[in-house]
């Protein structure tokens, strides 16, 4: 079933070209949502990209990519702009979908790598949290929400736990997180829901990037209560249950989709 063909909605996912963001579009786009993509990737990796885009038309849905900087205000509106074009009047945005990984995987302390600079931290506020407030205010203003519309980020355990390499990017979980609670907050009376899942250990290339990730790996699979990872798919088909009808009374929240990893 297709539940939502025929309903002129659209998703935006912010960061869709691979992981958490990509599962999602292709978890909407078998459901019938049409799907907008904004992404940043060099030339070299698009021939592999635009392969799982072509994957999403399969769908038989209205598709659109942006390679672009999501994070640049005037390429937020140039983009906005074009959608707005794109889905006319009947067609409204039901989701948007943060998933974001730009952050910098630096020691606070060291005597051989560079530390964290104060530069490192605001690029990795802003990408990985304040981004989620200039887009949801960006397409508030253009009128382009759904009148039941539901914001989605994705947040990790690291927002209260420590981890070497991490500070920069648990200070920006920890930032979306009080962004995404006053979202559901103030855009409430708009028809507006916002929550985060928090999503268990999940081999990405943003978890690859993160120094000795073998190791976090490892220790993941033997904590976690069913012996292994989080997978892309499985956080997705949770973005897919808050996009429907009946969870329109999930607002503010934290969704641990984990498997019971955080327990353990």
Not at 37 to 66: C, K, T, W, Y
Request: proline share 3%; aromatic share 8%; glycine share 6%.
């Amino acid at each position: 079933m297709k539940e939502f063909q025929n309903t002129d909605y659209w998703a935006i996912i912010l960061g869709g070209s691979s992981g958490l963001g990509l599962a999602s579009a292709k978890k909407l786009a078998q459901h019938g949502m049409n799907i907008c993509i904004i992404h940043r990737n060099p030339r070299s990796e698009m021939e592999a990209i635009q392969s799982d885009f072509d994957v999403i038309r399969s769908n038989g849905i209205e598709f659109l990519s942006f390679n672009t900087d999501a994070i640049n205000k005037d390429k937020i509106a140039e983009v906005i702009s074009e959608i707005k074009n794109k889905i006319g009047e009947k067609g409204s945005i039901r989701c948007l979908v943060h998933s974001i990984a730009k952050g910098n995987l630096k020691p606070m302390a060291s005597k051989t790598e560079t530390p964290l600079s104060t530069d490192d931290f605001q690029i990795t506020l802003q990408a990985m949290a304040i981004s989620l407030y200039d887009w949801t205010k960006s397409i508030f203003k253009d009128n382009l929400f759904a009148k039941d519309a539901r914001i989605i980020s994705f947040t990790s355990e690291g927002n209260t736990k420590a981890m070497p390499y991490y500070g920069a990017v648990s200070a920006a979980k920890a930032a979306l997180e009080a962004i995404s609670r006053n979202i559901a907050l103030e855009f409430a009376p708009f028809g507006i829901r916002s929550n985060c899942i928090q999503a268990g250990v999940t081999n990405t290339q943003s978890l690859q990037m993160i120094p000795n990730s073998d190791k976090i790996i490892n220790y993941s699979e033997k904590r976690n209560p069913f012996k292994r990872l989080t997978t892309p798919e499985d956080v997705a088909n949770v973005v897919y249950l808050l996009c429907k009808d009946e969870a329109s009374w999930i607002n503010g929240a934290i969704i641990p989709v984990d498997g019971g990893e955080r327990i353990s």
